[in-house]
């Protein structure tokens, strides 16, 4: 492939990588806007109706916030997962970061050693 032709991938790829970046952060927005939300008026009507199945509901609230540590965990994890980058043709291994800039400095794959960059 050419140089021309690799940007042009590799931009497509950061395209569905910014896409996907937007994807976490609107996601955790909504759970913490659903927490926020959720969480206060069920604790004030609990608290002002006296209710005796607070003993009942407090370790669901324990299980609630735990689940959604978990859940915020989960989207972090899923977050900082390694980006995709174009394929290397020879390898198959993903050509990303450093690894990008070495080939369009040398042409050549930096996991493969092989060839790429026609021009
Ligand atoms: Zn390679």
Redesign the pocket.
């Known amino acids: 492939m050419t140089r021309q032709e690799f940007n042009e991938m590799q931009a497509a790829v950061l395209r569905t990588e910014s896409r996907r970046a937007l994807i976490v952060v609107a996601a955790g927005a909504v759970v913490v806007l659903a927490v926020v939300l959720t969480i206060k008026p069920l604790l004030g009507y609990i608290e002002e109706h006296a209710m005796d199945w607070i003993g009942y509901v407090k370790p669901y609230g324990f299980k609630g916030v735990l689940g959604f540590f978990v859940f915020a965990l989960t989207l972090l994890v899923w977050s900082v997962r390694p980006p995709k980058g174009v394929p290397?043709?020879?390898?198959?291994?993903p050509?990303f970061g450093i690894a990008a800039r070495l080939l369009r400095i040398t042409g050549n794959?930096?996991?493969?050693?092989?060839r790429?960059l026609s021009a």
């Open positions: 290397c043709p020879n390898c198959h291994k050509i794959c930096s996991h493969c050693g092989e790429i």
